[in-house]
C-alpha cells in the first residue's frame, strides 16, 4: 500500500546532493520523503506544491531486457506523492495533483494533471438511443447494463429516474477530488496529455493520445489496457478491458472485458460486459454484453442491442428528416444482421432473429422469436422461428459462456446465457398465437399472410407454428424433468407435492435486462423500493439484481408450473405418472427432433458447393481432400460429435424417468 503519513522533511546534505544533480524547488521544506529515502536516483527534477517521495530501490526490466532503476528524471512535480520504487523520467511538462501508488513507470509523457475537482467521468450524461436527448443513463463506476436499461428506458416512472440521478450524483460526488489516483504497478509510457483521469492498479497506458475526464478503473485482477492512438473523454473503463489501435470514445461507458480497437469511434455509447467493437462507428447506441461489429463500413446508432453479431455494412437510420434523429430501435438478445442489412427505425427485432436486406417499414417482430425477417423487392418477408434449427444459433448459445474474458472477482453484469427461458418461450407461446390467428383470419388455404407490415409465405405460417410448439415443448419438458430428478417416487400425490412451487415468485411476465432474465414482478418491486427510499446505494441495487439472477432457476419453476395446463392440458394438482410419461414423451420427440433438424443444418457446411475453392487446381477427389485438412470430415466434426451425444444423453434421461413413471404407474402408461 502507498504511505500517506509518516514522512519526514529533507537533511541539508540530502537538499544539497538533490541541487548538485541539477533539481530545483519552489520550497524545499514542501517536499518530505519516507523512511529509507535516498537522493542517489533524482536527476533534474523540480518540485513544486507540497510533494512527498517514497523509497527508490528496485528495478524495472523493460521489454528488450533494458533495465531502468526506480528514481525521477526530468520531471517537474506540482502537489504530487510518489509511492515506492517508482520510475517516472522524461516528462515534457508536468504532473500536478496526482497521488502516485507503489512500483508504478512513467516515461515520455507530456502533462498530466488534475484540474480544479474532477468526478472522474462519474456523472458524465450519455444521450444513449435518441441523440436528442430524453434517454440520458449517469455512468459511474458501478454501472452495470441492468441498471442502466431502467435507467434509459423507465422514463414513464420520473419519481425512478429522479431518485436514480440522486443516487448517482452521491457516488460522483463522495468520489470527487482535486487530486487525481494513479494505482499500484501503473505503466504510463509515450502517452500525450492525460486531463483529470483516476487510473487503477495495474492499468497499461501505451502510446494514448489524449485521455480527460475518466476513470480507469483497473486492477491486479484484471488490468486494463489503453493503447496507441486512443482519445477518450468524459469516459469510465472498467475492468480487464483493452482500448487500442486509435479508438476514439467521447461520452462512453465500457464495460469489463470489453475490446475496442483498430480505429473504432464511438460516441454517447454503452457497452457492456465482453463487448468488441473494431473498425466501425457508434452513435448513441446500448450495446448490451456480448455485441460485436468488426467491419469498417458498419454503424450502429440508436438502437440497443445484446449476444449480437453485426455484420458487414450493417446500417440503421434514426431519423425520416423530419423532426431530427429522434428514432430509435431494439434487436432482442441474440439477433443478428447479415452483410449490407439496413432498418430504418422505429423498428423492434425479436430475439434471436437474422436480418437480412433491406428494411424500411418499422416491423416490430418481438413476439416472433428465432425468425428471419428477409427483403425481396423493398418487402419485408418474415419465416417465424426457422432459426431454431440452425446450426449457428446453437453455436452461438455455446460459444458465449466460453468467451466470457472477465477475471474481475466482482462482476457488474448478471449474464444469463440460456437459449430458452421464460423470457423467449413466453414470446413463442404468443407468436404461436399469433399465427394461429393470422391462420384463422385469413384462411388456411390463403397463400401470403400480413403481419403488421410484413408477410409471411403459408409454408412459413405453418412451419413457424410447429417450431414454436417444439420449442415450447422442450423448455417445459426440461424444467419437468428437472424438478423430478433422482426421487423415487412412490405415490401420485408424492409427484404433485414435489411439483409445487418453492415459492410464489416468477409468475406473469418475464423481461430481459440486457442480460439479466428476470421476473418483471422482480424488477418493479426493486424500483419500487428505490422509489420509495429503502434502496439508498448503487451498490444495493446491483446486489439486488445478483440476487435475481442466483435465484433463476427456482423462479423459472414457478413461471413453468404456472403454464403446464395451458400447454399440456393438466392441472398439475392432478397430474399422474402416465401424465408425466406423455409429456417426457412429447419432451423427447421435440430435443430429438431439433436435435436432426441442426445435425442437418450442419451437414450443409459440407456439402459440394461449400467446398468451392479448395483443391484449387486439382479433381474432384483432390477437392475433397484439400476441404477435409482444412475443416474435417462432416461425422468428426467437434460440434457435429457434439449434436449426436446430445441426442444420446437426452433420450437416455427421458427414458430414465419414463422406467420410474412406469413403475409407478404399474406399466399402464406405456405405449
Not at 352 to 368: C, K, P
Not at 524 to 543: F, S, T
Not at 588 to 616: C, H, I, N, P, Q
Not at 650 to 668: H, N, P, T, Y
Amino acid at each position: 500500500m502507498m504511505k500517506t503519513d509518516g514522512y519526514r522533511r529533507l537533511a541539508d546534505d540530502e537538499i544539497r546532493q538533490l541541487e548538485s544533480q541539477s533539481c530545483l524547488a519552489e520550497d524545499w521544506g514542501n517536499v518530505r520523503v519516507a523512511d529509507g529515502f535516498a537522493a542517489g536516483h533524482i536527476a533534474h527534477t523540480r518540485f513544486s506544491g507540497q510533494v512527498r517521495l517514497g523509497k527508490f530501490e528496485g528495478e524495472f526490466t523493460l521489454p528488450g531486457g533494458i533495465r531502468k532503476h526506480a528514481g525521477l528524471r526530468h520531471v517537474t512535480l506540482h502537489n504530487v506523492t510518489v509511492g515506492d520504487n517508482c520510475c517516472i523520467e522524461n516528462i515534457q511538462n508536468y504532473i500536478a495533483n496526482y497521488e502516485i501508488g507503489e512500483e508504478t513507470f512513467i516515461e515520455n509523457v507530456n502533462v498530466m494533471y488534475v484540474d480544479g475537482v474532477s468526478r472522474f467521468g462519474n456523472g458524465v450524461e450519455v444521450s444513449v438511443l435518441n441523440e436528442t436527448g430524453g434517454r440520458e443513463v449517469l455512468i459511474n463506476d458501478k454501472l452495470s447494463a441492468h441498471l442502466a436499461y431502467i435507467e434509459a428506458l423507465y422514463r414513464h416512472r420520473p419519481a425512478l429516474v429522479a431518485r436514480l440521478k440522486e443516487l448517482t450524483d452521491a457516488y460522483s460526488g463522495k468520489h470527487a477530488s482535486d487530486v487525481g489516483q494513479i494505482g499500484c504497478h501503473v505503466t504510463i509510457i509515450n502517452t500525450g496529455a492525460v486531463k483529470n483521469v483516476r487510473i487503477g492498479d495495474y492499468a497499461c497506458i501505451e502510446g494514448a493520445s489524449s485521455l480527460q475526464n475518466g476513470s480507469i478503473n483497473s486492477n491486479a485482477l484484471a488490468p486494463v489496457h489503453v493503447g496507441c492512438g486512443v482519445i477518450c473523454e468524459d469516459f469510465i473503463i472498467s475492468s480487464g478491458a483493452h482500448v487500442d489501435d486509435g479508438a476514439m470514445l467521447s461520452r462512453c461507458f465500457v464495460g469489463q472485458a470489453c475490446r475496442l480497437g483498430h480505429n473504432y469511434s464511438a460516441t454517447d455509447s454503452l457497452f457492456f460486459s465482453n463487448c468488441q467493437g473494431e473498425n466501425g462507428e457508434a452513435c448513441a447506441i446500448f450495446a448490451g454484453p456480448y455485441t460485436v461489429t468488426h467491419h469498417k463500413s458498419t454503424l450502429l446508432i440508436a438502437g440497443m442491442f445484446s449476444f449480437m453479431n453485426a455484420g458487414s455494412g450493417s446500417n440503421q437510420s434514426n431519423h425520416m428528416y423530419k423532426l431530427g434523429p429522434i428514432h430509435q430501435g431494439a434487436m432482442e438478445r441474440g439477433a443478428k444482421t447479415t452483410s449490407d442489412s439496413y432498418i430504418l427505425w422505429p423498428a423492434r427485432v425479436g430475439a434471436f432473429s437474422l436480418v437480412m436486406g433491406r428494411h424500411v417499414t418499422h416491423a416490430d417482430t418481438s413476439n416472433l422469436p428465432f425468425s428471419y425477417l428477409i427483403e425481396q423487392k423493398n418487402t419485408t418477408f418474415l419465416v417465424p422461428g426457422v432459426n431454431l434449427r440452425s446450426v449457428g444459433t446453437i453455436r452461438d448459445a455455446q460459444k458465449w459462456p466460453k468467451r466470457d474474458k472477465r477475471t474481475d472477482t466482482h462482476r457488474l453484469d448478471c449474464i444469463n446465457y440460456n437459449l430458452l427461458s421464460p423470457y423467449t418461450v413466453q414470446k413463442m407461446m404468443k407468436g404461436r398465437e399469433i399465427l394461429l390467428a393470422l391462420r384463422k383470419a385469413s384462411g388456411e388455404l390463403s397463400d401470403m399472410y400480413s403481419f403488421q407490415s410484413a408477410k409471411i409465405k403459408n409454408s412459413s405460417l405453418k412451419k413457424g407454428i410447429s417450431f414454436y410448439e417444439t420449442a415450447i415443448y422442450k423448455f417445459m419438458g426440461n424444467s419437468i424433468i428437472k424438478r423430478l430428478e433422482d426421487i423415487a417416487f412412490k405415490s401420485d400425490e408424492e409427484i404433485r407435492a414435489r411439483l409445487l412451487p418453492d415459492i410464489g415468485t416468477g409468475a406473469g411476465e418475464w423481461v430481459d435486462l440486457a442480460g439479466l432474465i428476470a421476473p418483471k414482478s422482480e424488477v418493479d418491486r426493486l424500483m419500487a423500493d428505490i422509489e420509495d427510499g429503502k434502496v439508498n446505494r448503487l451498490a444495493d441495487i446491483n446486489e439486488r439484481f445478483a440476487a435475481m439472477h442466483s435465484h433463476y432457476y427456482t423462479y423459472e419453476w414457478t413461471w413453468a408450473y404456472g403454464k403446464i395446463e395451458s400447454v399440456y392440458g393438466i392441472r398439475p394438482e392432478q397430474m399422474t405418472a402416465a401424465d408425466v410419461i406423455r409429456i417426457v414423451r412429447l419432451w423427447k420427440d421435440a430435443v430429438v427432433g431439433l436435435d436432426k433438424m441442426v445435425y442437418e443444418d450442419a451437414r450443409k457446411e459440407f456439402s459440394l458447393s461449400s467446398m468451392t475453392g479448395f483443391g484449387v487446381d486439382g479433381s474432384r477427389r483432390e477437392k475433397q481432400e484439400d476441404f477435409e485438412q482444412v475443416r474435417g470430415d462432416f461425422e468428426s466434426n467437434p460440434f457435429v460429435t457434439a449434436v449426436l451425444k446430445h441426442i444420446e444423453v437426452k433420450s437416455a434421461l427421458g427414458d430414465e424417468l419414463i422406467g420410474r413413471m412406469e413403475r409407478l404407474a404399474g406399466g399402464s402408461a406405456s405405449r
